[in-house]
């Protein structure tokens, strides 16, 4: 089973910048549609965006124009650069395949806040 480790969670203000890191324990990594997913307290996970193994990127309609995917394969890392952070944008990020076959990791926290 593949495991990931997310990381770059923080406290930060509204309209700032986070970029959040995701690396994979092998490196069939390369071969997955990769996924950013995030859950807020009360809420249910949702898909944040994607990318292909070629790097072609989606986009929940939240996202788009704040946020960009984007991936390393020979380092077995997917990014995702958030700008013009909003309050409702708290919460645990994680990453996974578009399908959901790796092991869940513990996820980064994100909070926005003044």
């Known amino acids: 089973q593949v495991h990931v480790v997310e990381s770059g969670g923080f406290l930060v203000q509204p309209g700032g910048s986070l970029t959040l890191s995701c690396t994979a324990s092998?490196?069939?990594?390369?071969?997955?549609?990769i996924g950013w997913y995030r859950q807020a307290p009360g809420k249910q996970r949702e898909l944040v965006a994607l990318?292909?193994?070629?790097?072609?990127?989606t986009y929940a309609d939240f996202a788009k124009g704040r946020f960009t995917i984007s991936r390393d394969n020979a380092k077995n890392t997917a990014y995702l650069q958030m700008n013009s952070l909003k309050p409702e944008d708290t919460a645990v990020y994680y990453c996974?395949?578009?399908?959901?076959?790796?092991?869940w990791g513990q996820g980064t926290q994100v909070t926005v806040s003044s």
């Open positions: 996974n395949t578009r399908f959901k076959m790796f092991s």
């Open positions: 092998e490196s069939v990594f390369s071969y997955y549609v």
């Open positions: 990318v292909t193994s070629g790097g072609t990127e």
